[in-house]
């Protein structure tokens, strides 16, 4: 198209509705017709990056592959898609302000006086043209994060309802709601959402489209009611029912003709038909594979299970790849010690020790992976699950009494894991990390190898620590391989034991680059190691 065309989406009633599933199915069902999609998300709050929240916050942080800490939906926009995001694709309050804060200093408004409007909503309005104009996107959804009516995303409304008004034609406003089903009326309920879009009326915007989220279907009756109060026709009122895979929810609105309606609103002619084969295949071997495995995740922040979505997603995909379901046993690394491992572990096909910070729950993750180890179970291990590995074999097998990681015991007699040599002179913790794609080269007969079917990757990184230099030849004269490095920086990316039915740990994470169309090749290897384990 020769013109970029801009799709907004609010949400209304109730955080937690599923604006980023939306969004992601609404892309995919424009690039099953040919479009040229991308996603972007605004984050209201001030952080200028989710890089310093706890997981417990707002779930897990994504990165992309230019080095962005972002939020969690990013990850669906790109399983979905299989398009890869960037820095552009999130923005938050935080980098709206200190950009404009910025500007201000080096006397860009020099006379003005900087206010919300128009400094503030002008730099959110171009944070929204510039990814469209940039990359010739035909459309740009653009996800406001938060709930309308939230003090917070007021800027994000106002920028809204003056591009609406600036673009026209060009740009549509969809508002996802919540229609409840009170149980003892035994009715579904329209008022919620009838409030929830008088609140956008007095912001200025007019929804074009109502995506309704209910437990029950919508009739005929209530679409009409929710039309006639809202302002929309009855056929822009679009029911999201409760399913129970996301990866349904584009089918779902296919069938519901979110797709149409969006092209019909936008006045572009389109009568071809969606073709998602491929898509339909991935849900089949979903719902109904012919294996079942359990493949414990041990980490942390096992209480929330978003603070592992790409993981999560990831064993989804390579499960589908295996014909084969996982389920996910979580594991609080807290509560696993040396002599209670076997009642937590024994009964696995495969287990998977998780990315984290800090001290807490170390010592269950490296308990956890000697037991597995010396008792033959697959296991991958991400980032600071690869760390504890070297630390294991390290105490266990090197006899490095009281190896550790140098972010856990700075006064370690055996840094394994120790401090990037570029990360030692810094202070500032927002963004500084070794982040983004960095290259891999992978040795050839490794389980890597045979994974990736190749020897130069791309993947990933989040981390200060690396695998220490200085023990690399004790670890491989003593059995465990070095199988992944940097071709740049000679660091170690990954690391196997050959006599283990399979046993490799990554600095990288896999998980983030995991999508329908392209499972992840490591947990492909790794649920299939599983399998054939169980
Ligand atoms: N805390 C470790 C590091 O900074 C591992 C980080 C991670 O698992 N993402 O190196």
Not at 204 to 221: A, F, K, M, Y
Not at 287 to 299: A, D, Q, R
Not at 450 to 471: G, M, T, V, W
Request: hydrophobic letters at 35%; glycine letters at 8%; one cysteine or more.
């Amino acid at each position: 198209m020769e013109k970029t065309r801009y799709i907004f989406v609010t949400g209304g009633v109730a955080s937690s509705l599923g604006k980023g599933i939306i969004s992601a199915s609404l892309a995919k069902l424009l690039q099953a017709r040919g479009y040229k999609v991308t996603i972007q998300k605004l984050d209201p709050y001030i952080n200028v990056d989710p890089g310093t929240l706890n997981p417990y916050e707002h779930g897990e942080c994504y990165v992309t592959v230019d080095g962005a800490e972002t939020d969690l939906d990013l990850g669906h926009y790109e399983r979905f898609t299989n398009q890869p995001t960037t820095q552009a694709n999130n923005v938050t309050t935080g980098r709206i302000y200190s950009t404009v804060i910025e500007k201000e200093r080096r006397g860009d408004y020099l006379g003005e006086t900087v206010q919300i409007i128009p400094h503030i909503t002008d730099e959110i309005k171009s944070r929204i043209k510039i990814l469209g104009t940039e990359n010739n996107f035909d459309f740009v959804i653009t996800e406001i994060g938060g709930t309308v009516g939230d003090i917070e995303s007021l800027p994000y409304v106002e920028a809204v309802r003056q591009l609406k008004w600036e673009m026209g034609k060009h740009a549509l406003v969809i508002h996802l709601t919540l229609v409840p089903y009170l149980a003892a009326a035994g009715e579904l309920k329209t008022k919620p959402t009838q409030h929830s879009v008088k609140q956008l009326l007095q912001l200025g915007v007019q929804p074009d489209i109502l995506v309704c989220r209910t437990e029950h279907h919508i009739n005929n009756g209530i679409r009409k009611k929710i039309a006639q109060f809202c302002n929309v026709e009855a056929s822009s009122v679009i029911e999201s029912i409760d399913t129970d895979t996301i990866y349904n929810v584009p089918i779902l609105m296919q069938e519901e003709g979110l797709d149409t309606e969006v092209l019909k609103k936008l006045q572009i002619n389109d009568n071809r038909k969606t073709v998602l084969t491929k898509w339909e295949t991935f849900l089949k071997l979903v719902k109904n594979p012919s294996y079942e495995i359990t493949i414990g995740l041990v980490g942390k922040y096992v209480e929330l299970k978003d603070s592992y979505k790409s993981i999560l997603e990831s064993f989804i995909h390579a499960g589908a790849e295996n014909n084969c379901k996982v389920n996910i046993k979580m594991i609080s690394s807290e509560k696993i010690n040396e002599e209670n491992a076997e009642s937590y572990l024994s009964n696995l096909s495969g287990v998977l020790v998780a990315p984290g910070f800090g001290n807490r729950g170390i010592e269950g993750k490296i308990d956890t992976i000697k037991y597995i180890r010396e008792n033959r179970i697959p296991f991958l291990g991400i980032c600071l699950g690869m760390q504890c590995a070297v630390i294991e074999y390290g105490r266990n097998v090197l006899g490095l009494e009281g190896a550790h990681s140098s972010e856990m015991n700075s006064r370690t007699k055996y840094p394994v894991i120790d401090l990037m040599e570029e990360q030692k002179n810094i202070d500032n913790l927002g963004g500084t990390m070794r982040l983004g794609a960095y290259d891999c080269e992978i040795t050839e007969g490794s389980n890597s190898y045979k994974a990736y079917k190749k020897s130069s990757i791309k993947e990933r990184h989040r981390h200060r620590y690396e695998f220490n230099d200085k023990f690399r030849d004790q670890y491989i004269n003593s059995g465990m391989k070095v199988t992944g490095v940097n071709p740049q920086t000679n660091l170690v990316e990954i690391v196997e034991i050959e006599d283990h039915p399979w046993f490799t740990a990554v600095q990288f994470h896999p998980e983030y680059s995991s999508t329908v169309a392209n499972p992840h090749p490591l947990f492909v290897g790794f649920v299939k190691a599983a399998l054939n384990n169980k």
